[in-house]
């Protein structure tokens, strides 16, 4: 795919997107570097065209696109991990904060396709760079608690950021629906969801809903986020979460910690683009939203109270 101007399917598909004409305009992109924008649009590019990832050719490419997009995620974890140390976080399963990949993450494509469970990429290009992450806890400095049984005080939602998952959970899962759907007919379980974080309060170790999930059942770029308050993909609730400093729950709160926030998102790399409303403190790497909004579609995350007055 060539355009006029000798550019290649990004300059293409970025026109159509955007409205920009090739890249000597990308480069006018307010604070994105190229680096950045060159992969925003590769990864639209490989949302847009998801019915391809059956060819092998094409699922390694959108692979390789989202590992690079998740080993920022796992820079920023490891940021975020070391300062919640320094402030004295205390953690819920101090055995589980930030665990490496699976070593047989490789097979999981293959191995879980065959079976029927379609791991959306951006979901397995985490497993594959960061690993598991687990931030359940609650802070000395709050005046409230973010896990109940760990302080004394009320207890609030922070909604830590969490993705737990191992191939013998998922084979658990998986053969437990497949038990009910006999029992009970494959009509009323619907599809496999794949959970893989427990919901808000849970989180807060108090008895809540249904956990975070994934749909499984045809392969994708990337799968909406079940059961989570937002409606946003993987990647655009793993940005999210990072731009409230891995604890999105702050979000909710009249008063939230600012000080706190500031310091876990200080100079955490740009997961894509945000659109989202934003955290109190200095951003990180945004870009003009007039000049991206109709790229929206391809990323799920425009929602009409992002772009409401003070927000």
């Known amino acids: 795919m060539i355009c006029l101007n000798g550019c290649d399917w990004l300059s293409v598909f970025t026109q159509s997107n955007t409205g920009l004409t090739c890249p000597v305009e990308l480069r006018m992109v307010n604070h994105m570097s190229q680096d950045l924008w060159h992969k925003q649009m590769h990864w639209a590019y490989i ?48 055995q589980r904060i930030h665990l490496p990949p699976p070593p047989d993450i490789a097979d999981w494509p293959a191995y879980f396709t065959e079976k029927g469970i379609n791991i959306p990429v951006a979901l397995i290009a985490w497993l594959y760079e960061v690993g598991t992450v687990d931030l359940r806890g609650t802070a000395p400095e709050w005046d409230f608690v973010g896990y109940h049984g760990l302080a004394e005080g009320e207890t609030l939602y922070t909604d830590p950021l969490v993705v737990d998952l191992s191939r013998e959970y998922i084979e658990s899962e998986f053969e437990a629906w497949e038990y009910d759907r006999v029992e009970s007919g494959a009509d009323k379980d619907g599809p496999f969801q794949l959970a893989f974080a427990p919901d808000n309060i849970h989180k807060a170790n108090i008895s809540g809903g249904v956990p975070y999930s994934i749909g499984t059942m045809l392969p994708a770029a990337d799968s909406l986020i079940l059961n989570e308050r937002h409606g946003f993909g993987f990647i655009a609730y793993i940005r999210h979460a990072f731009e409230w400093g891995a604890f999105p729950g702050f979000e909710l709160m009249d008063n939230p910690p600012t000080d706190f926030i500031t310091d876990m998102r200080r100079a955490l790399e740009a997961i894509l683009y945000y659109l989202g409303k934003t955290a109190p403190g200095p951003d990180m790497r945004h870009v003009n939203r007039s000049s991206l909004i109709n790229s929206r579609v391809a990323f799920g995350t425009y929602r009409h109270f992002e772009l409401a007055p003070g927000n």
Do not use: C, W
């Open 47 to 94: 949302v847009s065209e998801q019915h391809r990832l059956e060819n092998i050719e094409f699922y390694y490419e959108a692979l390789e696109v989202a590992r690079s997009i998740m080993r920022q995620a796992r820079t920023n974890v490891e940021m975020i991990v070391q300062r919640l140390h320094a402030r004295g976080y205390v953690f819920a399963d101090p």
